[in-house]
């Protein structure tokens, strides 16, 4: 049975969501494993929805490690915001003592799951850790946010949502699963046509995150993720693929292999809803 460590900063009501499909594919034995811990980089009363999340955890009953990353923080009297790659000493530290309080959990895999620190590098080593990044292995790198605009810039085709593993070059780990999808067709055609020449910049300053053809990208991609995540960790617990010693990807043969393509599969629990 695999065991999964879950990490979570719980900011949102998509926190709860992942953690809910992740638990009730277990429970009705779509997905074979176990969440052995999850980790909350918040403590309870610093936000409603960090709350939520915690008694969430408490009623499934499986073991929660907290690290206040915001008391942390001020304990160096420093700010959480980090936009280097290359984290300062006191980050470092505190994936120190995170992996202290994880003693004695022993996770086949751990995944990121509306987790919003970097990870360093000596947690990275310590654990085999997946994140969720919401375009193609070939596609644009930053936040979703920065990903949708990029695509429009583009004028792109397709775009699609990967799994790679984490490493400290941020969104460079290698890819482990991913799936595609057209941003073409019925339901994009006469936004494509609106948008014209107009530049991507123009668009963003006058009309935001509300721009329809954003919106449109955006459920696209956001209806992919959870099936993604969710048969990402089937394929683990089946042997279809695993992480060797040197964290390299392999098929059940034990054969290295670049990616897995689920875009199949993704296309049909999109569609079973």
């Given amino acids: ?29 779509q997905l074979q494993a176990e969440i052995e811990f999850v980790f909350c980089s918040r403590d309870s009363g610093e936000s409603e929805k960090t709350d939520q999340f915690i008694r969430q955890v408490k009623d499934y009953g499986i073991p929660l490690v907290n690290v206040s990353i915001k008391k942390f ?45 970097i990870v360093g590098s000596e947690m990275c080593s310590r ?47 290698p890819v482990i699963t991913y799936c595609r999808y057209p941003i073409t067709g019925p339901d ?7 948008l014209g020449s107009t530049p991507v910049n123009q668009i963003k300053r006058e009309k935001g995150e509300e721009y329809e053809l954003f919106r449109r990208i955006r459920q696209a991609g956001f209806i992919r993720e959870i099936p993604l995540i969710i048969h990402t960790l089937m394929s683990f617990s089946q042997g279809r693929i695993k992480i060797g010693g040197n964290k390299q990807l392999m098929n059940s043969l034990g054969e290295p292999i670049s990616a897995y393509d689920l875009t199949q599969e993704i296309d049909r629990a999109v569609a079973a809803g």
């Fill in 73 to 117: 923080a001020e304990s160096y009297q420093s700010k959480i915001a980090v936009k280097d790659e290359k984290l300062p000493e006191w980050r470092l530290e505190y994936d120190r003592q995170v992996m202290l309080k994880l003693q004695g959990f022993q996770p086949d895999i751990c995944v990121l799951a509306g987790y919003m620190l």
């Fill in 127 to 173: 654990y085999t850790m997946i994140n969720l990044h919401p375009a193609l292995p070939t596609g644009p790198k930053g936040t979703w946010q920065e990903v949708i605009w990029d695509l429009i810039g583009q004028r792109a085709t397709e775009s699609g949502v990967m799994m790679h593993l984490v490493t400290p070059d941020l969104d460079r780990g």
């Fill in 1 to 29: 049975m695999l065991k999964i460590g879950w990490f979570s900063t719980a900011r949102g009501d998509s926190s709860r969501k992942l953690l809910d499909a992740a638990q009730a594919a277990i429970e009705r034995g």
């Fill in 188 to 194: 994009f055609d006469d936004l494509w046509r609106q």
